[in-house]
């Protein structure tokens, strides 16, 4: 398997015109946040470039980047109803937003986690078993975190794993209902 690389290219802002006509004539394509990025098997060339301009770049393997159409492979293999992993709201297909389980940053910079994707079988940050439905609200409060949050999202796949918190739920609101009856006359 031919191995590919993906360049994120930085240019700062007072960059010349040159250096932007350059990168658009190698192939290269701008991203919102303003960063560039190409993809090759040959890096060496597009080093040169670089260097020649001075623009400031990384280096990633392409399958711990992320993909421009990883949205649409998860509809794809995904059907409604949708609900968020994390906290099961359930939202409209339009709502949806894709989140990488293992965020892509995590995969592409701790060897680790690679390694913990690899024994799963996934080999590429953007497989389908990596891309989860979630709400606005989780998304952007989990960003680029794992720990807690990849558990969440991988218990949250149970339909089990709901029922027995809204029972756990449900059991606290009962003692808590309790104990205010039971000690009502302290407070009171
Ligand atoms: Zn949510």
Not at 52 to 65: A, D, G
Not at 114 to 123: K, M, N, P, S, V
Request: aromatic residues 14%.
């Amino acid at each position: 398997m031919e191995q590919i690389w993906k360049a994120e290219i930085y240019i700062q802002k007072n960059s010349r015109w040159f250096a932007k006509h350059r990168l658009k004539k190698l192939g290269a394509r701008q991203h919102a946040n303003g960063c560039w990025t190409i993809e090759a098997e040959d890096r060496t060339y597009i080093a040169r470039v670089c260097d020649r301009y001075r623009l400031k770049y990384n280096w990633y393997r392409k399958e711990w980047t992320r993909s421009a159409n990883y949205r649409e492979l998860f509809f794809r293999h995904n059907a409604p109803p949708y609900r968020c992993r994390y906290c099961h709201r359930r939202l409209k297909a339009r709502k949806v937003e894709v989140d990488h389980l293992v965020p892509v940053a995590k995969a592409r910079s701790s060897r680790l986690v690679q390694i913990g994707l690899r024994l799963q079988g996934i080999r590429n940050v953007n497989d389908v078993r990596n891309l989860v439905p979630s709400c606005h609200r989780c998304n952007s409060r989990k960003r680029d975190q794992t720990g807690i949050w990849y558990l969440r999202g991988v218990l949250g796949s149970f339909r089990i794993y709901w029922v027995i918190r809204g029972m756990i739920r449900l059991a606290l609101a009962a003692c808590l209902l309790f104990l205010a009856w039971h000690y009502r006359t302290v407070f009171l």
